[in-house]
């Protein structure tokens, strides 16, 4: 155990290291841009290592994986985030421990989190995951909503009781305008963001960014950046 404290502690400054020097790049103070570590795939015992090393927001994109290692790190004091496509019928579980749903990309999602938010007694922060590849009405391949569907969308989580508006994610597309140009995409982002504050000023979380394009995300303005393999290391394969 003491091993992979190490390996992760390691890996973590490492990260850090790359977001300090990404923000001191752009201008911007450290403070600025939070680090969420993506831990799907990994053991609740990782997790609690993590903890130890600091981090304080965590990641997960499947519920059969989160809810069991929710539950074995509820004495901890973490920020839950589900960044994963959200089926409905998932919902009610995924509401019980995220305090952050960074995935919301259609209407019938968003009756389904108001109503398991009002049912269990929560606030859920919810964010409009928009897909930069995906055609006008479409979503995207990896989950989101269309750009022009934002507002729509921003509007019905603002309104929805037990939902909080937080802001905008994406997954930086792979195909489209704007497949390997990351900074494009990202900044993209930024401008829908700037939008949206417009008229929702406390909606101004931006979460975009990896372990392969942080960089660009920070220089673009995110406000949160998911890393998960350059923290934990090269995933093991789904099966």
């Known amino acids: 155990m003491r091993d992979r404290k190490t390996e992760l502690a390691e890996n973590l ?13 752009a201008g911007r103070k450290r403070s600025d841009v939070t680090l969420i570590v993506v831990t799907k ?25 989160a809810a069991p290692k929710a539950v074995a790190c509820a004495d901890l004091d973490l920020r839950w985030h589900f960044v994963g496509q959200l089926q409905t019928n998932k919902v009610r579980s995924v509401a019980s421990y995220a305090d952050v749903v960074q995935s ?28 930069l590849d995906a055609e006008s009405g479409a979503r995207g391949e990896r989950g989101g909503v269309a750009p022009d569907g ?5 509007a019905a989580v603002d309104a929805a009781p037990g939902l909080r508006l937080d802001g905008l994610m994406t997954v930086a597309p792979l195909a489209g305008p704007y497949a390997g140009r990351q900074r494009a995409a990202f900044d993209s982002l930024m401008d829908l963001s700037t939008l949206l504050r417009t ?29 998960g393999t350059a923290v934990l290391g090269v995933r093991p394969r789904l099966r």
Do not use: F, W
């Open 13 to 25: 400054a490492q990260v850090e290291e790359r977001i300090s020097a990404a923000c001191a790049a």
């Open 41 to 65: 795939t990994y053991p609740a015992s990782d997790v609690r290592i993590l903890h130890e090393l600091g981090v304080r927001d965590v990641a997960e994109n499947r519920d059969q994986d």
């Open 104 to 131: 919301v990309d259609r209407l019938k999602l968003v009756t389904a989190l108001s109503a398991a938010a009002e049912k269990n007694g929560r606030e859920l922060g919810c964010l409009v995951q928009v897909a």
């Open 150 to 154: 934002v507002e729509e969308l921003a």
């Open 199 to 227: 008229t929702r000023p406390a909606a101004n979380m931006v979460s975009a960014g990896m372990s392969a394009d942080l960089e660009d995300a920070v220089a673009a303005g995110a406000t949160h950046v998911r890393i």
